[in-house]
T-cell receptor
Framework: DGGITQSPKYLFRKEGQNVTLSCEQNLNHDAMYWYRQDPGQGLRLIYYSQIVNDFQKGDIAEGYSVSREKKESFPLTVTSAQKNPTAFYLC???????????FGSGTRLTVV | QQQVKQSPQSLIVQKGGISIINCAYENTAFDYFPWYQQFPGKGPALLIAIRPDVSEKKEGRFTISFNKSAKQFSLHIMDSQPGDSATYFCAASLQTGANNLFFGTGTRLTVIP
């Protein structure tokens, strides 16, 4: 079945450590997105990529980094510079534009 | 600046009742308005979407009402069921350009038996 796979589902890290969240899609979608979800704040865009080897900052990119070396993969690194990294992270993809936006099941990151 | 404002933050409805969630947007260039449904621990899933050339779209028990002049749109869930209990997000986007979705803050719906 086609879809988006995020791994791991739960992730615990010590403060000050970088951590990378995985996102893989087999939908042949061109665009991929990373969102952060916090209670009462909806979904906030971290980074997005419309094509391989290109990506753009979203509204809350500080403390995060991404890469898009393959069409299928869009990993997100939460760096030690992110002041409040504990959150639910969602990856999404779309073929072109907002139609057909498909989300993964998310990764819950807890920094202790 | 919140591009899409959503209310209420939470909603409790009796089984069989009507659930209504409202959203307002600022950018008059938005031309695609989807609603997403999210269950705990899962990613959001597209529920229904509308474009501004129509005032209403219905799919089963779910209806979007759209008021272009007021820059508002709403989701109505008829005959609400306990299985509808979830968080609902409205969103808006441009069909051209970066095509990013701007999300509302979400409404947590609880349908009590």
């Amino acid at each position: 079945d086609g879809g988006i796979t995020q791994s791991p589902k739960y992730l615990f890290r010590k403060e000050g450590q970088n951590v990378t969240l995985s996102c893989e899609q087999n939908l042949n979608h061109d665009a991929m997105y990373w969102y952060r979800q916090d209670p009462g704040q909806g979904l906030r865009l971290i980074y997005y990529s419309q094509i391989v080897n290109d990506f753009q900052k979203g509204d809350i990119a500080e403390g995060y980094s991404v890469s898009r070396e393959k069409k299928e993969s869009f990993p997100l690194t939460v760096t030690s510079a992110q002041k409040n990294p504990t959150a639910f992270y969602l990856c999404a993809s779309s073929p072109n534009g907002p139609n057909g936006y498909t989300f993964g099941s998310g990764t819950r990151l807890t920094v202790v | 600046q919140q591009q899409v404002k959503q209310s209420p933050q939470s909603l409790i409805v009796q089984k069989g009742g009507i659930s209504i969630i409202n959203c307002a947007y600022e950018n008059t260039a938005f031309d695609y308005f989807p609603w997403y449904q999210q269950f705990p621990g899962k990613g959001p899933a597209l529920l229904i979407a509308i474009r501004p050339d129509v005032s209403e779209k219905k799919e089963g028990r779910f209806t979007i009402s759209f008021n272009k002049s007021a820059k508002q749109f709403s989701l109505h869930i008829m005959d609400s069921q306990p299985g509808d209990s979830a968080t609902y997000f409205c969103a808006a986007s441009l069909q051209t350009g970066a095509n990013n979705l701007f999300f509302g803050t979400g409404t947590r719906l609880t349908v009590i038996p």
